[in-house]
């Protein structure tokens, strides 16, 4: 059965599903959205045993193993942080971490060798499901059918479900595609990602940086004749959006002036400075971290404490997971970060790069794509789309070679 390719596409998209807590669909308990968490992670590490008993391990080149093996040594290192200097058991910790078992779907995804071409057939689907979520619950507000974040604010219905890396990843891989085949069914799917992840969420800073990037793809993309009426157009288009999403742009528009005449300290940078100072226990905590806290400790307690007074470690992003984890979390962040921006791609891939930058562009003002189940799991196939390009680019300059 583990032949099959669409077993394994079936596969992967239900650890997914999984990992992202069932989308936190309400009518789903909480209680059975972290034992499909946990069960998620289990059918990683079976299939990962499994592999590795049977002699059928993945001998293709793993290019970001060392940065996993650098996150994972980074949350063992920090249980004993949490235990020595928070109080909080070893096994509290190895459950309230568990999130960082999903890197291991990095060696799952190699191990099952499903082709890149496959893993590509499930973006579209997953973005369009987050799409289907976002807009339904956007539809019936105030009735709830998601247990996230939802509520009235800057001129839209402004809703966070997990997941919705799928739906940017989807944006500027159908971008690449109508730049190089100019078919409506792309510029339509483009359309719509962007209303929902630029307009509808009403988050400033995701819709800047989609514009921001879109004219750099365009700009530099060798693909397009020519750049001009392609950015004219885009500029119409962008003008059309506007006036018929004027109400939500220019609610963003006022909180951004209110927010800058503002006496009182932004908030996130009281977090910043509370958490890199006050919270730090010792000199140990600012290489090691402090370790994933959890509710059924004093420790966690504590941190739930800080929260209600709006100091939230996920609000500052890698700085919070330097908090947790110390720096090997960081130095794995930003060695995978800094490769895919500045390193080279395969020609097919290369909106990944626009990808990571966009995702650059917010690693320190909001939740951090390695700080969650959903993010990792994400990512961890992101990267493994990265790694087999690459592997199939070698392999076809090494047969081009051998024939000449």
Known sequence: MLESPLFKRMLIASIFVLASGFYTLIFIPEQLRNLGEIAGIGVIIFVLLFQQLSGDSQREKQYFKKEIYLFLLAAFVSMFMANAFHNQAFTITLVAQRYIYFFFFYFFLHSIKLDVKEIEKLILPLAFVYVFLYLTQYIVFPTRIVDSRVGVERGTVRIFIPGGGFLLLAYFMSLQKLLKNYELKHGIYCLIFFVVNGILQGTRQSLASIVLLTVAFIFFSKQVKSRTLVIIMAGVAGLAVFVIFQDIFLEMIAVTRKETTATRENIRLVAVRFFLT???????????????????????????????????????????????????????????????????????????????????????????????????????????????????????????????
């Not at 739930?304 to 939230?312: D, I, V």
């Open 278 to 404: 006050e919270f730090m226990p010792n000199k140990l905590a600012y290489i090691f971290g402090n370790g994933q806290d959890s509710l059924n400790s004093s420790f966690g307690r504590e941190v739930n404490l800080y929260k209600k007074l709006g100091l939230y470690q996920s609000d500052i992003g890698l700085i919070g997971d330097y908090t947790k984890f110390g720096l090997l979390f960081v130095i794995a962040q930003l060695s995978i970060m800094a490769r895919v921006i500045f390193g080279k791609l395969p020609k097919e891939i290369v909106y990944l790069r626009y990808f990571f930058i966009s995702r650059a562009l917010v690693m320190f003002t909001g939740s951090n794509i390695f700080s969650n189940a959903t993010g990792i799991a994400f990512f961890m196939i992101v990267l493994y789309m990265i790694d087999q390009y690459k592997n199939k680019e070698k392999e076809e300059e090494f047969n081009h070679s051998y024939k000449t």
